[in-house]
């Protein structure tokens, strides 16, 4: 007996978990600065590095901590400080080409006032996942038992190949009279189309960029915008089906000269493109023999099945009220908001993310004092998806800007940008190999009688009733499945 194996370069998954860490600090203020209030604070985390040592998975990033503060004669001041992320997971079958993803998120970040340094409370979510395409080996054939026969299934798998990066830089200038500083800045990139070319991949999209801006008498006020870009992209190889991202690495805004009234916006805006493809696959999944018993050596395969990306944008408008023990609002200064994806699932032909936005109110009051407090706004979004199960990934991003406002109460208007991984694989347990085994099943010769139940297959009924499948498809020589009720007839030697 000689086993035939086939050796397939199928990409599959072998990591798949989320980490929460905790990172707790002292933050320096500026030298000769007091921190008595904070007006605006928020944090992100970056990771750097995500490598295999021995049996862990380390991975290194930085938490990035902007904050406005005012001291004790209402002066304005911002700065910029890092903390330092790091944290070790056991792996599940990683290899050195194991391609590793590590998607951070910023769940919790709570930063409290003092004189020379700011204390800080942040919990990250990581988000990890591996695949690898080292070559399986699975079988093939049998040589030397001529009814040895085997069952297999066809898969159509995904497959997503990195064909080009760009790295655009942006610079515009935005109206803005009477603004002298820009106290706080963010935004987000977002790409709404691309198509492919001989000569490369033309992207289509936008930042969103908000402020904190002040003006020569230090009052504080918002300034949003949205930026469009047009950018093409060296790839590798011409698709019919790429895939864009954008992610903005960097933002700087300062005023120009009074004279003007101009904001300078630049950024530096990273665009990853991608190659959605499919490849067929087919996997051995049952083996038998009607003479001799085997004990198929089976393996696990978390396997990705064809999969998009969906792109949405939504608009919600909520009246916050401010909270208790705080002065009446006089003027509306500054709203930001960040998302936090509780819950992401599809359910037929509808995808639904289900979120908390962490939203941060300033605003001035009648003696000219500005007073913040933050508020979590539940939202709900559900956009168009496939019809197929799922395990979708949300990255979600948000502008916020005060419409309105009353006393003891302020309108919002949040713009809500998701971009969404449908995420699909499968689980299947395919054969490498056999070994003998005593055969206990008592052999039946005759005239066998089978009724087949709804889905049976001939190679189920052939191998209940220990025949080739020949002598199934004799009895029955046009009918490859079942749908039950249907009496099978055998004559076995």
């Given at each position: 007996m000689e086993l035939i194996q086939k050796e397939l370069n199928i990409e599959r998954i072998v990591l798949s978990e989320n980490a929460q860490v905790?990172?707790?600090?002292?933050?320096?203020?500026?030298?000769?600065?007091?921190a008595r209030s904070i007006i605006d604070a928020s944090a992100s985390v970056a990771?750097?590095?995500?490598?295999?040592?021995?049996?862990?998975?380390?991975?290194?990033?930085?938490?990035?901590?902007?904050?406005?503060?005012?001291?004790g004669q209402n002066e304005y001041f911002s700065f910029t400080s890092s903390a330092p992320l790091m944290h070790t997971m056991p792996y599940r079958e990683l290899t050195p080409?194991?391609?590793?993803?590590?998607?951070?998120?910023?769940?919790?970040?709570?930063?409290?006032?003092?004189?020379?340094?700011?204390?800080?409370?942040?919990?990250?979510?990581?988000?990890?996942?591996a695949t690898d395409s080292a070559p399986i080996h699975v079988l093939s054939?049998?040589?030397?038992?001529?009814?040895?026969?085997?069952?297999?299934?066809?898969?159509?798998?995904?497959?997503?190949?990195?064909?080009?990066?760009?790295?655009?830089?942006?610079?515009?200038?935005?109206?803005?009279?009477?603004?002298?500083?820009?106290?706080a800045s963010n935004g987000y990139a977002i790409c709404d189309s691309v198509i492919c070319s001989a000569d490369g991949a033309q992207v289509k999209g936008r930042i969103v960029v908000s402020a904190l801006a002040s003006d020569k008498d230090s009052r504080l006020s918002q300034l949003t915008e949205e930026i469009g870009f047009d950018e093409l992209i060296p790839v590798q190889t011409f698709t019919h089906s790429p895939v864009a991202t954008a992610e903005l690495e960097s933002i700087s805004m300062r005023p120009l000269s009074d004279e003007f009234g101009l904001v300078s916006v630049e950024a530096i805006i990273l665009i990853d493109i991608e190659e959605n493809s499919e490849k067929?696959?087919?996997?051995?999944?049952?083996?038998?023999s009607p003479t001799v018993s085997f004990d198929p050596k089976l393996t696990k395969l978390d396997l990705p099945l064809p999969c998009e990306m969906i792109s949405a944008r939504r608009t919600i408008k909520e009246r916050i009220a401010l909270v208790e023990g705080l002065p009446s609002l006089s003027r509306p200064v500054y709203a930001s908001a960040k998302p936090l994806v509780t819950m992401s699932y599809a359910d037929g032909n509808d995808l639904t993310i289900e979120g908390v936005?962490?939203?941060?109110?300033?605003?001035?009051?009648?003696?000219?004092?500005?007073?913040?407090?933050?508020?979590?706004?539940?939202?709900?979004?559900?956009?168009?998806?496939?019809?197929?199960?799922?395990?979708?990934?949300?990255?979600?991003n948000c502008c916020a800007k005060i419409t309105n406002s009353g006393e003891r109460w302020v309108e919002v208007v949040f713009t809500i940008d998701m971009l969404t991984k449908l995420n699909c694989d499968v689980e299947i347990e395919t054969i490498v190999g056999f070994e003998e085994c005593p055969d206990t099943v008592?052999?039946?010769?005759?005239?066998?009688?089978?009724?087949?139940?709804?889905?049976?297959?001939?190679?189920?009924i052939a191998?209940?009733?220990r025949v080739p499948q020949s002598l199934v498809k004799e009895s029955c020589p046009s009918k490859d499945s079942f749908e039950g009720s249907e009496k099978i007839v055998v004559f076995k030697a």
């Open positions: 905790q990172v707790a600090g002292d933050v320096p203020v500026l030298e000769g600065r007091s990771v750097q590095n995500a490598e295999l040592i021995g049996d862990s998975l380390k991975i290194v990033g930085t938490v990035k901590i902007d904050a406005v503060c005012a001291d080409t194991s391609r590793i993803n590590v998607r951070p998120t910023v769940q919790s970040f709570i930063i409290r006032p003092g004189d020379s340094v700011l204390s800080f409370d942040a919990t990250i979510e990581l988000v990890c996942t054939a049998i040589c030397g038992i001529d009814d040895m026969e085997c069952k297999c299934q066809k898969l159509k798998l995904a497959s997503r190949t990195h064909i080009g990066t760009g790295r655009l830089r942006l610079r515009e200038e935005l109206e803005a009279k009477g603004i002298n500083a820009i106290m067929e696959c087919e996997l051995p999944i049952d083996a038998y936005l962490l939203t941060r109110i300033v605003y001035e009051s009648e003696s000219g004092s500005v007073y913040s407090f933050i508020e979590d706004i539940p939202f709900v979004a559900t956009v168009e998806c496939s019809k197929f199960p799922c395990e979708p990934v949300a990255a979600v008592c052999e039946q010769k005759g005239i066998l009688i089978y009724a087949a139940r709804p889905g049976d297959t001939v190679f189920d191998k209940h009733l």
